[in-house]
């Protein structure tokens, strides 16, 4: 199983990015997908999940309104649509998939995890 992201990368606040995470070695279909990330020096944290149908989602506190997940399963990827960017969404960024049928939030249901992409907020 491989889960790549990328399209992460420096912006200035109030800027937006998207990252992707194109999976493949799995039934992409059947698998919750979640981000999470991880800035210096602090615990990775939760970000965004999507159930297999894209029926259920679930966001962070700190970034619901400006993130907005999405998933194209005929193209076994999914999306991080980030605006209003802020200095404190500087992190590392990760996508992960869930085997299990619930949007979960804690990064231990997750069975397979991608590599991160760095995702730099100037002031």
């Known amino acids: 199983v491989q889960l790549q992201a990328s399209g992460g990368g420096l912006v200035q606040a109030g800027g937006s990015l998207r990252l992707s995470c194109a999976a493949s070695g799995l039934t992409f279909s059947s698998y919750v997908m979640g981000w999470f990330r991880q800035a210096p020096g602090k615990e990775r944290e939760f970000v965004a999940a999507?159930?297999?149908?894209?029926?259920?989602?679930d966001y962070s506190d700190s970034v619901k309104g400006r993130f907005t997940i999405s998933r194209d399963n005929a193209k076994n990827t999914v999306y991080l649509q980030m605006n209003s960017l802020k200095p404190e969404d500087t992190a590392v960024y990760y996508c992960?998939?869930?085997?299990?049928?619930?949007?979960?939030?804690?990064?231990?249901?997750?069975?397979?995890w991608g590599q991160g992409t760095q995702v730099i907020v100037s002031s």
């Open positions: 999507m159930s297999w149908s894209g029926g259920n989602t």
């Open positions: 992960a998939a869930d085997a299990g049928r619930i949007v979960m939030v804690y990064a231990e249901s997750y069975d397979y």
